[in-house]
């Protein structure tokens, strides 16, 4: 069974940083281009950031350019998202899901439950 | 940068009815790159539909997806009561982007 756990969200104040992770499990991780998807609270999704299956290629929306980085680790088949000079208009629940496809981004099949993260002074 | 709008915003139909959702892409796309997605309250989206007309896995056919060049549509087909949610519209060329929504509620 797919599942993807996401972690690490919680409470930062403005210009402040987090470091959100997702662990994978039930597939061969490696083979799978993965996204960090958001949702402001009573709101729609927004894509975030992109990571092919190798980690070779990165893909980020222009929201977050310079202040997100995302990442993996395919020995620990664990993503994860760097976020830095934090704004008010972060504050979502972020979601990991992983691409039908191991390069590019396309369309999302498994999604975590999300974790939360609210940026506030 | 291709915009995707949906609509309506909300439907509201009684189970038993059929729906069709719209998505139009403010550029000619690919369906290959169009994807639909349902999100219950407190739940994470789950993929509906792919390449604009191909089931994912575990949907049922009573969902259907059709569309070319700029507009795309869902239509579900004898609305039962777990269908009712938010579905969203998604374009997956270069940077991925979705549309806003269309809340499809009981009547």
């Not at chain 1, 980085?69 to 000079?85: A, E, G, H, V």
């Amino acid at each position: 069974e797919v599942q993807l756990l996401e972690s690490g969200g919680g409470l930062a104040q403005p210009g402040g940083s987090l470091r959100l992770s997702c662990t994978a499990s039930g597939f061969t991780f490696s083979s799978h281009a993965i996204s960090w998807v958001r949702q402001a609270p009573g709101k729609g999704l927004e894509w975030v950031s992109g990571i092919s299956g190798s980690g070779s290629d990165t893909y980020d929306a222009d929201s977050v350019k310079g202040r997100f980085t995302i990442s993996r680790d395919n020995s620990k088949n664990t993503l994860y998202l760097q976020m830095n000079s934090l704004r008010a208009e972060d504050t979502a629940l972020y979601y990991c899901a992983r691409s039908r496809c191991s390069n590019g981004i396309c369309e999302l099949d498994y999604w975590g439950q999300g974790t939360l993260v609210t940026v506030s002074s | 940068e291709i915009v995707l709008t949906q609509s309506p915003g909300t439907l509201s139909l009684s189970p038993g009815e059929g729906a069709t959702l719209s998505c139009r892409a403010s550029q000619s796309v690919s369906s290959s790159y169009i994807a639909w997605y349902q999100q219950k309250p407190g739940q994470a989206p789950r993929l509906l539909m792919y390449s604009a007309s191909s089931r994912a896995t575990g949907i049922p056919d009573r969902f259907s997806g059709s569309g070319a060049g700029t507009y795309f549509t869902l239509t579900i087909s004898r609305l039962e009561p777990e269908d009712f949610a938010v579905y969203y519209c998604q374009l997956h060329r270069n940077l991925p982007t979705f549309g806003q929504g269309t809340k499809l509620a009981i009547k």
